[in-house]
C-alpha cells in the first residue's frame, strides 16, 4: 500500500504536464491548419527520380 504514495502523485503529475503541453500546442497553433497536412501528403515533391538512375544501387566496382 505503500507504494500508492509514489504512484498516485506521480500520475498525477504526468497527467498535468501533458495537459500542460496540450494547452501550450494549442496555444502555439499546432492545430490551425487541419487540412493542409492531408494536401501535403498527396503532393509529388518526392518522386524525383534518384541521383543512380532509378536502379536503387550506387555504382560499386565490382
Known sequence: MSVL???VPAALSLGLLGLVAFLWT???GQYDDIEGAAVRVLSDDDLRAPPDGGTGQRDRPV
Do not use: A
Request: glycine share 0%.
Open 5 to 7: 504514495l509514489y504512484l
Open 26 to 28: 494549442l496555444r502555439s
